[in-house]
């Protein structure tokens, strides 16, 4: 799997910060999932290898337009740029998503030739499961902001596995299509009469990934729970430490706060995102965007800074 | 007046040609008036020397989102910028603007600490004046799309006069004050008691600039009647004369039918924007966007075609 940065800013776009959205590729497949689409992430897009005929899933943590005016946009150009042949889109995200979206494209008359489906989160529950299917799960919980807002955790089943190649060798087990039988778990009868079990050819099988996308929000129990032991936090830092007061009057994390969710929930890895543009080198404020960084990494040392077009490979 | 085009493609964004949206700038003041804001059109004004802050009136010519979608955005992040002392912004358009920006901004929550004025123009009149001020007129009407569309007309009130100096030397008038006073029509009487006019010392005051916005459109007699005499006319071809059916079935002007209305209006100038990606030179159409304007250029010579950041000085 891949993350793509595509909007790492803050409430309006700067030249060098567009406004929030991340994709997850799975590279084998180059198939493509969205987490939020603030405007212009059709036109980032565009300065990328990704396909918007690949996208299959958009999750939207709420409804602020940095996170959404991106949408009806992408996904009109979707339909005309793909025909009629292409894939349906799944949404999910918050209550008021689906009038959104059907309002706008009454109102516009906007045409998709493909199917789109929206799924709100039920608002009874704080935190569930929103999607699963054969490899992938992914858990929505809520957090505290302004808004009704998510975080959402994607984890994979099935981890790798190995096989221990080696092993069959010295068994004189001839390679090919019995080595294949044996990693996926089955049992195998030789020419010779010798049987083999796949269990005792593959390593113990690793934990599956897990990602987490934060959403914007104060400190939150709740997104300290969903992101317990994750490989990747990708969690927003408004905010430098230094103007905590106006992250909670705004209901934002500041860098520490990000950097101490991570801590608490032991991730592997933490990247900040949604930065403010009152830290980028055109304004007069003296903190600066790596200030933002050293502020995360003396609490949670494992910490990025997105930058638009970043990309992770996980 | 300077003609800033920001974005001059059709229905998507392609990396040359953003959708659509157009700027006039006042040179004396930097007061900015838009037609259209397509998704991304606060992005292209980022990358000018224009200025939210300045945006007085936006006139939208139909409600397709290739022309809309960029207007929730462009307006919440002036009020993000600008803080609470800018002025109010006035927007005029067709029958449904005034719900879809309500809709959007109760939906997502967005704040404008600023007045915006929604002007819609009524459907019982197919023309009309639409807005006046001291200097200048702004004339509507209506054209033939798939949806409720308007062209648009601005016309200056008072042209340009040139005060006649050589004359007024020639009578030993003495320069300063009463060179103005003269400029300005007002009747002078000097210290030795002679006494001039005004209207003797200026040349025939020329006429107004007139500039129209065509809107989507096919061939419509009501563009050809706003547009008579316009110092420039600015008017979609999305399609090339070879595809006539095509723009037929879309409700779109040809190049020819844009040349024909400019020809049919005795315009001055015709710029054409609202290009179809279909002719960027990454397809693999055999026509090109030189072609278009030659098509153009055939029946009416004084065309030219827009490209994005393209600036026309009237």
Redesign the interface.
């Known amino acids: 799997m891949k993350i793509v940065f595509l909007g790492t800013g803050s409430?309006?776009?700067?030249?060098k910060r567009?406004?929030s959205s991340i994709a997850l590729v799975f590279t084998n497949s180059n198939k493509l999932w969205l987490w939020d689409c603030?405007?212009?992430t059709?036109?980032q897009i565009?300065?990328t290898s990704l396909k918007l005929s690949k996208l299959e899933k958009i999750f939207i943590t709420h409804?602020?337009?940095?996170h959404?005016?991106?949408l009806?946009?992408l996904l009109?150009?979707r339909g005309?740029?793909g025909g009629q042949d292409q894939g349906n889109v799944q949404i999910f995200g918050p209550s008021?998503l689906d009038?959104?979206l059907e309002?706008?494209q009454n109102?516009?008359?906007?045409y998709f030739p493909y199917k789109i489906e929206i799924n709100i989160i039920p608002q009874v529950f704080s935190e569930g499961i929103l999607y699963e299917n054969e490899e992938y799960l992914v858990r929505y919980t809520e957090v505290f902001h302004?808004?009704k807002t998510y975080a959402y955790s994607i984890e994979e089943k099935k981890g790798k596995c190995h096989f221990l190649i080696e092993k069959a060798k010295k068994f004189n087990i001839p390679p090919g299509p019995i080595y294949r039988a044996l990693k996926n778990g089955e049992k195998v009868k030789l020419p010779d009469g010798r049987i083999f079990y796949g269990k005792d050819f593959v390593s113990n099988i690793e934990k599956g990934r897990k990602i987490v996308f934060g959403g914007d929000t104060v400190f939150c129990e709740n997104l300290v729970y969903i992101s317990k032991n994750a490989d990747l936090l990708i969690h927003e830092a408004t905010f430098s430490q230094q103007e905590e007061d106006l992250a909670k009057r705004n209901f934002h994390s500041t860098t520490s706060v990000a950097a101490q969710i991570a801590r608490k929930a032991q991730v592997k890895q933490l990247i900040l995102t949604h930065i403010s543009p009152r830290y980028s080198s055109n304004n007069k404020l003296t903190i600066s965007e790596k200030d933002l960084l050293c502020e995360a990494q003396s609490i949670f040392p494992e910490t990025l800074l997105a930058e638009d077009f970043m990309e992770y490979n996980i």
């Open positions: 409430g309006m776009p700067t030249i567009n406004v603030g405007e212009g059709q036109h565009q300065k409804l602020h337009g940095d959404t005016f991106g009806p946009g009109a150009s005309l740029r008021g009038s959104y309002q706008i109102i516009t008359k906007t302004n808004i």
